[in-house]
């Protein structure tokens, strides 16, 4: 497929979390720093999923692939940023431009799915535990990740096959740090009511469709922890949902914040954009290694098996 009609502007400026250069100097350390460590972080997951097998699990497996998720995220918008933030011409090509807006939307729209996953399993954990194994089996757990993949990868592609029908002419700037699609619409000669409608469609579907299952999973959830008699046992019970709960409250509770805000360039919604894009990856493994014992211990068997090696 090959862009056409883009003569007018062949690339983009990217305004946003720029000021003078001793602060962009400030930020480019700042934010290689966020970007190395959410960069390990994901990766130490994968690899303590990969060499502990206890953890082969459907919540493990599940949670490996929101990892690689986070990597992919992160690597969509975060080296643009570091480039530009140590250059004078703080451009965009208007094919990359495009190609981070699909990566973004892909891994987004993925993770809103596998979150939605990860609710039902902790559904069938704590309410069909003894229908667990049989449940959750491999076959299903594969499909629904793949399900998951898929899905996200069918939103971001018909956006992105729309908007590649845009005739770019006239203002070239936008006012954020990365390509985002509300931000391409003014920058539009073409009519785009059809791909504002499309965009607002598969934001309500894929959005507020996969929260309305997470909600649905927990309300349970909830009532059957509530049910248990023992408050041990209650703890024990919401000691496994509370590490994803925490990751779907950041994830969503940033994402509804960045995009309901006017695309104007604004401090306020660069913030939440920053929470959204480069601050929830790395603090998702975070959450993960703090909250749950048993991945912090096989991180510090993982961590003294390779550290061996090294010496």
């Known amino acids: 497929m090959t862009l056409r009609n883009h003569s007018t502007i062949l690339e983009f400026s990217l305004f946003g979390l720029y000021a003078d250069p001793h602060v962009q100097a400030l930020l480019f350390v700042l934010f290689l720093g966020i970007y190395i460590m959410t960069l390990l972080g994901n990766l130490l997951m994968l690899l303590v999923f990969r060499e502990n097998f206890h953890l082969q699990t459907p919540m493990y497996f599940f949670l490996s692939h929101l990892s690689f998720l986070d990597f992919c995220f992160s690597s969509a918008t975060v080296p643009m940023l570091l480039k530009n933030l140590l250059s004078q011409k703080k451009t965009i090509s208007v094919g990359g431009c495009l190609a981070q807006v699909f990566f973004v939307f892909e891994a987004g729209g993925t993770e809103t799915c596998l979150l939605s996953v990860m609710a039902y399993d902790r559904y069938v954990a704590i309410c069909h535990p003894l229908l667990y194994g049989q ?23 018909i956006n992105i096959l729309l908007t590649m029908n845009f005739d770019f002419c006239g203002n070239k700037s936008i006012p954020h740090y990365s390509c985002d699609l509300p931000s391409l619409f003014p920058l539009s000669c073409s009519d785009v009511s059809t791909n504002f409608a499309v965009l607002l469609c598969s934001s309500i579907l894929h959005g507020m469709g996969t929260c309305f299952l997470i909600i649905y999973s927990y309300i349970p959830i909830v009532s059957t922890i509530l049910n248990i008699s023992s408050s041990l046992g209650r703890s024990k019970a919401f000691s496994t949902c509370s590490s994803h709960l925490a990751v779907v409250l950041l994830f969503y509770g940033s994402a509804f914040l960045h995009y309901l805000m006017p695309v104007s360039g604004s401090p306020l919604e660069l913030i939440f954009s920053v929470q959204y894009s480069i601050i929830t990856p790395l603090v998702n493994p975070l959450i993960y290694s703090v909250k749950n014992n048993e991945v912090k211990a096989a991180m510090k068997r993982t961590l003294r098996k390779y550290l061996q090696y090294i010496r």
């Open 135 to 157: 449940m959750m089996s491999n076959q299903l757990c594969k499909g629904l990740v793949w399900g998951s993949w898929g899905l996200g990868f069918l939103d971001a592609f």
